[in-house]
Structure formats: C-alpha cells, structure tokens
C-alpha cells in the first residue's frame, strides 16, 4: 500500500518543493541568525504534504475533466499521471481520502505556525492551497487555459511562497532577499512542469486542456522552455549580486551545461518520448542547483 501510495502521490518529485523551503529557513540563518529545528521540520512536514496533496488534487481532477483518459488513449502521448483511477487500482473514493487527508496534515501545520510565527503564515498557506486547487479544478481552471496563468501559478508555489513562507517562520518579517532567493529555484521548477506538457500535449489538445505547448505548438513552445532555463540561471547571477547569495553559488551555473545539451538533440517537431530525455534533465538540473544553492547558504552560515 505504501508503495502505491508513492506512485499516487508522485513523491519521487517532492525535493521540488522542500529544496525552496530549506533555502528560506537558511536565508533566515544567514542574514538573521535565526533558526529554529522545530519550526523548520514543521514547515517541512507541512509544505511536502501540501506539494503531494497539489499532485494527487490535479490527477483527481484530471481524471474528471477526461485529461487522464485523453492520455491513455492518445496515440504517442506519455501520459505521467499514476494511472490508478483510470485502470480502477483505487477507487475514486480511496484516492479522494488520501488526497484530503494529506490536505488536512498541511492544514494542521499551518495552523500551527501561524499560532508561533504569525498570522501571515496562513496567507501563504491559503494562497497556495487556493492555487493547486483550481490549478484543474472548475470554475477557474486556470491550468487549462493557456495564458500563462499556470506557469505563473507554478512560479509562486514552488518558489516565491515556500521560500519567503520558510524565511518568515523563522524571522516573522520579510526581506527581498527572499524574494531574490526564490527566482532561481522557482524558475526552474517552473520549467520542469513546462516541459512536462510536451508528454502530452496532444491528449491535453483533444481533451481541451490549453496549455501554452497547445497553444503555440512545438516550436515556439521549446524557445520559450530554453528562455525559461536562461531566466532561471540569469536570476542565481542577480542574486548573487544582490548578496542574496554568496560568490560561490556561481558554481550552480554548469548544472544548466546537461539540460542545455538535451534542447540540441531536439527538432522543431518530436514525438513524445523525444521529450522524456528533457524532462528527466529539467528535473536533475533543478535538484542539482538547489542543492549547490543549499551548500552555499550552510557554508555561508558556518564561515
């Protein structure tokens, strides 16, 4: 069961979201001296929950708009959802209660932190709550409606409001170096669910789901990735300049050489497991990067 759930709740992707709140707690350490264990598992514990309850709320939906189904049956589409509810491995009702109980254990620590470090922790709480939910769901839907809006509505869950939420548990105040800090890892995780589109793009087409790769189609689509990618790196040279970070944080940049190799391998027009080399690469560059950027901090912290 345990191991179902992990494929359920995609928990192999969760670094995604504890990197940027690791980076906040140690933004407090570094430019405050403050930082607090209990408050910083707490956080931990309460954002992960939240990120595994995002993933199983949009496969729910999905499955209820017909995405997932579009998926299965879409010719040379990958489709990346757990696959349970469309081949009946969990009932709607089991997948339902695990994805809301996972909702109430981020509830819980949000309300907790709030009551230690201030209400204003429950504005980051509720904003991101309000965000993975009608990222599919109706009435706003707004990751199906090819604007922008979802790889905005990425961006500030997975790197503005974990990393300036972190920093402010610590500190209770807020300093734009969080916000600087949290560009660089928000960016490119942003990257990694915009080339997670291209699995699909053609079952998101028939299904309705009018993501940007649907709206404006391979071509301008990749450009856009490769300019997301030199956005996200560009931000770590900000930050750096802006002592958001130190001088030796620089040593993230070749963790973009991998990624960067993958788009030449890549035409104008691919078929989907084209696509599954960048996705893979998206992700490690981001772990990567995030995982400098947190040895920089400590390092930072120590010296």
């Keep these: 069961m345990f191991k179902q759930f992990m494929k359920a709740a995609r928990v192999r992707v969760i670094p995604v979201m504890l990197i940027p709140v690791a980076l906040g707690a140690l933004g407090a350490y570094v430019w405050d001296g403050i930082f607090n264990p209990l408050l ?17 709320i949009n496969d729910l939906w999905d499955y209820y708009n017909g995405t997932d189904t579009a998926a299965q049956s879409t010719e040379g589409a990958i489709a990346t959802n757990s696959g349970y509810l469309t081949k009946g491995t969990w009932s709607i009702r089991t997948f339902a209660a695990v994805t809301w109980g996972l909702f109430g254990i981020a509830a819980i620590c949000g ?9 204003p922790v429950l504005v980051f709480g509720v904003l991101g709550a309000l965000i993975a939910y009608f990222y599919v769901a109706p009435p706003i839907q707004f990751g199906y409606r090819g604007k922008g809006y979802s790889e905005v509505a990425i961006l500030l869950s997975f790197g503005v409001l974990p990393v300036v939420g972190a920093y402010f548990v610590q500190t209770s105040h807020l300093d734009y170096r969080a916000l600087l800090l949290s560009l660089p890892i928000g960016l490119l995780t942003t990257l990694i669910l915009f080339n997670h589109h291209f699995l699909h793009w053609q079952a998101d087409r028939q299904a309705g789901k009018r993501t940007l790769v649907v709206v404006w189609g391979e071509r301008r689509a990749l450009l856009f990735s490769r300019v997301l990618l030199a956005l996200a790196y560009f931000s770590l040279v900000v930050s750096v300049m802006a002592d958001a970070l130190p001088i030796y944080a620089l040593l993230a940049l070749p963790t ?16 989907s497991p084209a696509y599954l080399p960048l996705m893979g690469a998206s992700l490690q560059a981001t772990v990567r990067c995030g995982a400098i950027l947190i040895a920089s901090l400590i390092i930072q912290g120590l010296i």
Aim: aromatic letters at 12%.
């Design 40 to 56: 910083f598992v707490i956080t931990l514990i309460g954002a992960g929950t939240a990120h595994l309850f995002s993933n199983m």
């Design 256 to 271: 973009a050489i991998p990624l960067y190799l993958v788009y030449g391998r890549l035409s104008s027009h691919n078929e």
């Design 111 to 119: 309300v907790i932190l709030s009551l230690l470090s201030g209400w």
